[in-house]
Each structure stands twice: as structure tokens, then as C-alpha cells.
């Protein structure tokens, strides 16, 4: 049997991580066997890519295309160490960030032909895709604040995305339209801008269906 495997998109500050966190711990609660996982990450090998993507001193002329190349090869690690023996193994996966977040931060955000992005992302994930993709969206202006509350709480290192501007997130917020709009089914888009509870009644109300199929107790 198949494990489910749920995605998470939506720019910075969107609040993916909690909700995460939150569906995690109540599937858990149901009895299935989950593993959370983030991109670019989620692997030994993959948390030295996000530190060179994000927040080493020496990132600066990162182009483009490394970028892209570099998502991928954290993704390809990850799929094949942790997410496929996981799904073969009838376990759930809530991963923060997949293949939707290529398409819309070097696609749509940094302009590369989408054509190239999409054969790249499918070298790198192979047969695996999500059975669902939750899209929190919320506006750029929100995300800002939430972003400010959480680096005055927390100093954070330096994050070469968070350095873009908000040209660049609004085109990104557009890829992801685009995305929602292409695929109905798969990606559901939610208002991240409510409240955290509000927020999690509503995903609860997407994926408690599809776990019950797998065996869960909901
Ligand atoms: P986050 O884990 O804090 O969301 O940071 C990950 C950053 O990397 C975020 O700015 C989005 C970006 N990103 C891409 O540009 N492309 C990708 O494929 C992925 C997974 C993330």
C-alpha cells in the first residue's frame, strides 16, 4: 500500500510550518506513521545545499541556473533517502515545499523557461508526486510583517531569498496562481491570513478523507 504524500506551498511567512506541525501531530493522534520534511533540505546532504542556497557568506552570485540545479539535487537526494522508501512503506509525507516551489521561484520568480524547470524537476523526482498540495496563500505585505516578528524574536542568519525584492515575490505569488489554476485537483489553495485554527479546521477538512483511506483512525 501507498503512503499519502501532502505538499505545502505558499511564499515566506505564510505560515506553512506551523500548519505542519499541527497535521503532523493530529494524524499522528489517528495512528499513521508521519514524517515532516522541508526543502531545499530534509537529508544530511541536502541541509549543506540550503545552507549554501540561503545562508553561506559566499552565496552572493549564486546564478539562476545553479539555483535551480541545486533545488533539484537536495530534491533528488531527498525523494529517493527519505520520501519513496517512506510512501513504499504505506507512511504519510508532509514535506514543506516540493516541486511547485521550483516552478514558482525559478520559473515564474527568477524568469527561467518553464519547459527546462519542469524536465529538470522530473529528472529529479522521477514517478513520485503528491497526492495533494496545500497552497497557504496570504499578501506579500503580510508575509513581510510575519517575517519581521520572526527575526526580531529569533536573530536569524542571513537568507538570500528574503533579500529579493517584492517584484520578485509577486511574480512568484503569480507562478503560483498559475500552478493552482493548471492543476485543480491536486493543489488546493487556502486563505493563510486567518487565524492559525481557522486555517487548520480547514486543511483538517481536505486530508482527513484521504487519510482514512490509508488506514488512519479519524
Ligand atoms: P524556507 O524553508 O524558509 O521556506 O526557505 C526556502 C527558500 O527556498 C524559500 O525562499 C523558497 C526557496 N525555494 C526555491 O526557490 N525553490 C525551490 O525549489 C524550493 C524548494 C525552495
Known amino acids: 500500500m501507498r503512503g499519502l504524500f501532502i505538499t505545502f506551498e505558499g511564499t515566506e511567512g505564510s505560515g506553512k510550518s506551523t500548519q505542519i506541525a ?31 542556497l540561503k545562508h553561506s557568506q559566499d552565496n552572493a552570485a549564486m546564478t539562476a541556473e545553479a539555483e535551480l540545479l541545486l533545488m533539484n539535487a537536495s530534491r533528488a537526494q531527498l525523494v529517493r533517502e527519505v520520501i519513496r522508501p517512506a510512501l513504499q512503506a504505506g507512511q504519510t509525507v508532509l514535506c514543506d515545499r516540493f516541486y511547485d516551489s521550483t516552478a514558482a521561484y525559478q520559473g515564474y520568480g527568477r524568469g527561467l523557461d518553464l519547459a527546462t524547470v519542469r524536465a529538470i524537476i522530473d529528472f529529479a523526482v522521477g514517478e513520485v508526486r503528491p497526492d495533494l498540495t496545500l497552497l497557504l496563500q496570504i499578501p506579500h505585505i ?16 542571513r537568507d538570500r531569498f528574503e533579500e529579493a525584492d517584492a517584484a520578485f515575490f509577486e511574480r512568484v505569488a503569480k507562478g503560483y496562481r498559475a500552478i493552482a489554476e493548471a492543476e485543480p485537483g491536486r493543489v488546493r489553495v487556502l486563505d493563510g491570513s486567518g487565524g492559525v485554527e481557522e486555517v487548520r479546521a480547514a486543511i483538517w477538512q481536505l486530508v482527513r478523507g484521504m487519510v482514512s483511506g490509508i488506514g488512519a483512525k479519524v
Open 22 to 52: 499541527l497535521l503532523a501531530a493530529r494524524l499522528r493522534e489517528a495512528g499513521t506513521v508521519v514524517h515532516t520534511v522541508r526543502e531545499p533540505g530534509g537529508t544530511p546532504i541536502g541541509e549543506e545545499i540550503r545552507h549554501t
Open 142 to 157: 503580510l508575509g513581510e510583517e510575519r517575517l519581521r516578528t520572526r527575526r526580531s524574536a529569533i536573530p536569524l542568519v
